[in-house]
């Protein structure tokens, strides 16, 4: 494969929201899409005294108003890879993309700190992470995708299952 197809293999992979990918290639993305948000998250911290102080550590270097913008920016994008790189693999499973919202109910259970104790919120958003979680993880990366074509576009394995 040429440099020019492997950038828009990467292209589609990370920015497009439509076809189907199977597991192999939802991990190769979703793991390069956590080791970005690793990276800039360091970054944010180690280049941030204040955020650096919070978690006890010495600021290595400051990023300033400037780079604090271009690394959020770039999380962003990373995030909205992330998305594209789930919803294809949901795609595979026959699901629509918008199941990706299900895998973000322990996120909205944060809501409930208002409601509820803190003890308990805090039991039930950490119950709900575990049990979204492992869901998402056995769904998207174990699961073996729709046999065939379904109303998503072709097998990614073609015939090679």
Known sequence: MSFSGVAMSIRSLFFRFDGRICRKD?????????????????????GNAGIAASVGVAPSFELGVAGNVIVSVLMLVAVVA???VAIKRLHDRNRSGWFILVFSIPGFAQGLNPVLPPAAANAIHTVLSVVFGVWYYVELGFLRGTVGDNRF???????AR
């Open 26 to 46: 939802f991990w190769i993305g979703h793991i390069a899409v956590d080791v970005v948000m690793a990276a800039l998250g360091a970054a944010l911290v180690f």
């Open 82 to 84: 992330g998305f594209a």
């Open 153 to 159: 576009g072709p097998d990614p394995l073609g015939d």
